[in-house]
């Protein structure tokens, strides 16, 4: 692996509370966890992503933070944290974690305190009002399940400002000392021993909230900051973001204007997350192929992280109206599967309609497009929601490892579970669960450990430049290629579902003795590269040659 180890990376997220219960109080926990790493090194991960692990009332599945300095009880204690991080360590695998600083809970101490008296020390590390701001109704991150972003407060005679719930004020970065305490957050997680953090809305932290102003500034130098004091006190650390902004905006999160990287290191590539759904909606490449043509030129050691689902909704708002309509058709027809009039709360093989041919197909593309491929929770078992609960706890659901009561979860009574598991249907446990699919070949369990595997035999996809390969193609076919100091890669993907024969004769010159890597069934020799076939719903992986340091 090169020096940017996450450029190269295989990265899991997931959730303790649901993942693996080591007590059988109903809540899974760290030690839990620690019994699972096995698992998870032959599957091939090499980065765990935890969602959020501090004590927490739990309003909003621990984005709500009331101690940035512990673990949740429920989970364990610091010394469990520490021995996770030794146990993935001695495994190959590095941790890094949820950093959840723009907002609190309103039990933190900050806000109990800063509530309670104008001359708090902490008043000034919430947004304040005097009086109620004309933007009150605007801005709000959960449409449907908040109508407003400014709160009055009774004990604190004024109005606080929350871009999310109002039981989560928002911390003043404008105030130096916030700024000073999260640097110390962050040292003291880095200092245990974590790799990075995965920092939630960024675009809100560097916000300077200015009440009554919808559009009110942005204060990139913090991200310059927090990136200088993240590389001095551990020089091999990552910053992973969300930011869902405008394609122009995204170059100014990874650097400044003069082109330095100097910021955050990746990513989450929300722009392509939707092109790939609308594509596969589509079965037609073309959003996919717009979207690697208008990808930004990133600076040297960014990098995309990309992903099909990830812990929260499939979010269409950068898609137009009209292309959301395709998406919802497709994958949530019915309006309980869709959430905040922007998303769809689903996991992706029912999505697929559980068609294994079109779950490896996306895959399959995803971990080869530039980035970093992230890998939420049992989607290599092909589990599926429960949307029966609220919002977008419907794929929280607990990881399905066995035919064993609770689907191998927990000991504890159904009824104690944290959540309930999927115990009916297609994607019951009793049907898709890890113990089936570990001893069976062609799961799609032991699929996922073929094609990670081969993903790590081609650095050049997440360490190389990727481009499409713009020749006439079959219809339904997209055909791109990664190049890097270890070699070229060419990846045949077919999103239709008509077998068809491609001709890529032109890039025989370049060739030395191209052969398939991964597919989706046997293909015969690649030969001259100008008869490839490819079946619907079909993708080839071709090593076309390896570079001069193999």
């Known amino acids: 692996m090169g020096d940017r180890w996450y450029s190269e990376a295989v990265v ?22 620690i019994g699972r790493l096995d698992y998870l090194a032959r599957l091939g991960v090499t980065c765990l992503w935890l969602h959020p692990i501090h004590p927490s009332p739990n309003r909003d599945d621990g984005y709500d933070v009331t101690d940035f300095y512990n673990v949740d009880p429920r989970f364990g204690t610091l010394g469990d944290f520490a021995e996770l991080l030794h146990q993935a360590q001695n495994r190959g695998i590095r941790v890094i974690i949820d950093l959840v600083v723009n907002h609190t809970s309103d039990q933190h101490p900050w806000f109990v305190s800063a509530r309670s008296s104008p001359d708090s020390p902490y008043r000034d590390w919430f947004v304040w009002a005097d ?37 989560q004020p928002d911390l003043n970065f404008a105030n130096p000392k916030v700024r000073a305490e999260v640097k110390k957050i962050v040292s003291f997680w880095l200092q245990l021993g974590v790799s990075g953090f995965r920092m939630d809305a960024v675009p809100f932290i560097i916000e300077l ?3 009554g102003n919808p559009d009110s500034p942005k204060d990139f130098e913090f991200l310059t900051e927090l990136r200088q004091h993240v590389q001095w006190r551990r020089g091999d650390a990552v910053l992973l973001a969300e930011a869902n902004v405008e394609p122009d905006e995204l170059p100014t999160f990874f650097g400044d204007g003069g082109g330095s990287g100097n910021r955050i290191h990746m990513l989450f590539d929300f722009m392509l997350n939707g092109r790939l759904m609308l594509a596969l909606a589509r079965r037609d490449p073309e959003p996919v192929i717009e979207a690697l043509r208008d990808t ?6 960014g990098q995309w992280a990309t992903f099909l689902r990830n812990h929260d909704e499939i979010d269409l708002s950068r898609l137009t109206a009209a292309q959301r309509d395709q998406v919802y058709a497709e994958f949530g027809p019915e309006e309980h599967m869709r959430i905040y009039d922007r998303g769809i709360r689903r996991r992706l093989a029912p999505m697929l309609g559980n068609d294994r041919r079109r779950l490896e197909l996306a895959y399959a593309l995803q971990f080869s497009l530039r980035g970093t491929p992230v890998l939420r929770y049992g989607e290599e078992i092909g589990m599926g929601e429960d949307l029966s609960l609220p919002g977008r706890e419907a794929i929280r659901t607990p990881m399905q490892w066995s035919f064993k009561p609770n689907a191998g979860f927990s000991t504890a009574d159904p009824e104690k579970l944290v959540r309930p598991v999927i115990d009916a249907g297609d994607y019951s ?3 898709v669960n890890v113990t089936a699919q570990r001893g069976d070949p062609r799961s799609l369990l032991s699929w996922f450990e073929r094609m990670i595997r081969t993903l790590r035999e081609a650095p050049e996809i997440g360490s190389g430049s990727t481009t499409h390969i713009d020749v006439p193609m079959p219809a339904g076919v997209l055909a791109h290629r990664a190049d890097g100091p270890t070699g070229t890669m060419v990846f045949l993907h077919n999103l239709g579902t008509d077998d068809v024969e491609i001709d890529l004769g032109m890039l025989a010159a370049e060739a030395d003795l191209p ?16 008869s490839l076939k490819l079946a619907g719903y079909g993708y080839r992986w071709i090593r076309l040659c390896r570079g001069d340091t193999f």
């Open 429 to 431: 446990y009793e049907k």
């Open 131 to 167: 009086h109620e701001p004309a933007d009150r109704h605007q801005g709000m991150v959960f449409p449907g399940e908040q109508n407003e972003t400014w709160t009055y407060d009774r004990t604190a005679k004024a109005w606080y400002y929350h871009r999310f719930y109002k039981y």
């Open 12 to 33: 899991y997220c997931l959730d303790i509370d649901t993942y693996a219960d080591s007590d059988g109080d109903g809540v899974g926990d760290i030690r839990g966890l």
């Open 296 to 301: 930004p030129t990133l600076p040297t050691g």
């Open 515 to 530: 052969l398939d890597v991964l597919t989706d069934r046997q293909y015969g020799e690649v030969g001259k590269l100008d």
């Open 209 to 211: 909230t200015e009440p």
